[in-house]
C-alpha cells in the first residue's frame, strides 16, 4: 500500500540550529516527493519537489532534501534555522501529475518549534 | 497572479444539518482537487476534477458527501447530513495538467 511516513510528530529546535525532518515512503511505482509547509490557519506552500535527476534538491526559504531510493526516504533539511520557520511541515508522495497519478498521499505532518 | 480562493473560512453546525463550501481556482487551472484534513493528520483526497469531469472520487463517502464542478471553474463540496467525524479542514487546490498543486487557506468546519 502507498504511504508516508514522518516518524517525528514534534521537533524543538533552537534558532540558528541546524534542522532535519524525516520521511519515509512506500510506493509501488517511480514516486514523485514534496514537502509542504503549513503556518497556522494557512494553506498547504510548497517548499520542494523531486521528479528525477539529482538527488538533492533546493526549495525556497532555504530548504533542501535528498532523495535516497535504497531508505526509502526523503529527508528536509536546513542549515540554520529561523524563528519564522515555526509551522507544521508535511511528506507527500505522488505519482505525478494528471489523471489518477497526480493525487498527493501526504504523511501526518512534524510541527516544528522554534526557540529564541 | 492570485491564488485559490475558498469560502467560507469557518463553519460551525450541530450534527445531522448540511453545509457547503466553495473554491475558485487559480485562472486557467484545469485539475481540481478537494482534500480533508483531520486535526492531527495530513491531508486525505476526496475528489479530483479535470475540467468538469470526476477523475477521482474513490475516498469520497457518497452516501453524504458530493461535489460539482459546473463549467469546468468554480467547485462546490456538500456534506450532507453532517456528523461529527466530519468536523475537519476542506482544502481546495488546484494545477495544471501535470503540474504542481496550489492549495487554498482552507475552510474549518466544526460539527457540534
Known amino acids: 500500500a502507498q504511504s508516508v511516513t514522518q516518524p517525528d510528530i514534534h521537533i524543538t529546535v533552537s534558532e540558528g540550529a541546524s534542522l532535519e525532518l524525516r520521511c519515509n515512503y512506500s510506493?509501488?511505482?517511480?514516486?514523485?516527493l514534496f514537502w509542504y509547509v503549513q503556518s497556522p490557519g494557512q494553506g498547504l506552500q510548497l517548499l520542494l519537489k523531486?521528479?528525477?535527476?539529482?538527488?538533492l534538491v533546493q526549495g525556497i526559504k532555504g530548504f533542501e532534501a535528498e532523495f535516497k531510493r535504497s531508505q526509502s526516504s526523503f529527508n528536509l533539511r536546513k542549515p540554520s534555522v529561523h524563528w519564522s520557520d515555526a509551522a507544521e511541515y508535511f511528506c507527500?508522495?505522488?505519482?505525478?501529475?494528471?489523471?489518477?497519478?497526480?493525487?498527493?498521499?501526504f504523511g501526518k505532518g512534524t510541527k516544528l518549534s522554534v526557540k529564541p | 497572479e492570485a491564488g485559490v480562493a475558498q469560502s467560507p473560512r469557518y463553519k460551525i453546525i450541530e450534527k445531522r444539518q448540511s453545509v457547503a463550501f466553495w473554491c475558485n481556482p487559480i485562472s486557467g487551472h484545469a485539475t481540481l482537487y478537494w482534500y480533508q484534513q483531520i486535526l492531527g493528520q495530513g491531508p486525505k483526497l476526496l475528489i479530483q476534477?479535470?475540467?468538469?469531469?470526476?477523475?477521482?472520487d474513490s475516498q469520497l463517502p457518497k452516501d453524504r458527501f458530493s461535489a460539482e464542478r459546473l463549467k469546468g471553474v468554480d467547485s462546490t463540496l456538500k456534506i450532507q447530513p453532517a456528523k461529527l467525524e466530519d468536523s475537519a479542514v476542506y482544502l481546495c487546490a488546484s494545477s495544471l495538467v501535470r503540474r504542481e498543486q496550489f492549495f487554498g487557506p482552507g475552510t474549518r468546519l466544526t460539527v457540534l
Open positions: 507527500a508522495v505522488g505519482g505525478g501529475y494528471g489523471g489518477s497519478q497526480g493525487n498527493l498521499i
Open positions: 523531486y521528479f528525477s535527476g539529482d538527488t
Open positions: 476534477f479535470q475540467n468538469n469531469g470526476v477523475v477521482d
Open positions: 510506493y509501488g511505482a517511480t514516486p514523485y
